[in-house]
């Protein structure tokens, strides 16, 4: 399969993935539990609302800079699942734009967004689920993109990977300061 169609069923099933798959399992196991017990996170609306656009602004922000920036910059994608490439392998190192704040401005991205949908949803339950997920993801998917990035970046990327933090943006950079402080 050439590069181009196989960035482009990255993107149609990743996006299925992630816009209607994951958020509708959120949404139905939510149901499923709120049925037994509902705590509500947010009773202000007007807080709650402010709340939801201000996560699904700064979400979509990254979401959608760190495709671009991947796409242009690094041409290709970290991820291969058993030695199977989801998007074609990554030309160059990309450590501009969101990526010089957080190593993985797309998950950051997503996992806002989803926070935001929890917070739609408005439901303790959604919150604890979405937390999992991202845990989840941090634990397997983003090592098995770090195990591609050593293999084919060396120590330019464990260099990078000195510097920003895993996840969230200027986290490990705060604690580097504190530490010289």
């Known amino acids: 399969m050439n590069r181009d169609k196989k960035m482009i069923l990255g993107y149609i099933v990743g996006g299925l993935l992630v816009i209607v798959l994951v958020p509708s399992i959120i949404y139905i196991v939510t149901s499923l539990f709120d049925t037994v017990y509902r705590v509500e996170i947010i009773q202000n609306t007007i807080i709650r609302w402010i709340t939801i656009i201000m996560l699904l602004v700064i979400g979509l922000i990254y979401g959608i800079w ?3 920036i991947q796409n242009t910059i690094g041409q290709g994608g970290p ?3 058993g030695n ?3 998007s074609p392998r990554t030309k160059n190192l990309v450590v501009s734009g969101p990526y010089k704040y957080t190593r993985n401005p797309m998950l950051f991205g997503t996992f806002l967004t989803y926070l935001a949908f929890a917070l739609f949803i408005n439901s303790i339950t959604s ?6 997920i991202f845990v989840l993801m941090l634990a397997v998917v983003v090592k098995m993109e770090e195990e591609r990035l050593l293999k084919d970046f060396g120590n330019q990327y464990e260099e990078y990977r000195k510097k920003v933090s895993m996840f969230v943006p200027w986290f490990q950079r705060k604690i580097e300061e504190q530490k010289t402080i």
């Open 84 to 86: 199977i490439e989801v």
């Open 127 to 132: 919150v604890v689920l979405v937390s999992a």
């Open 79 to 81: 991820l291969e699942i």
């Open 66 to 68: 760190s495709v671009i």
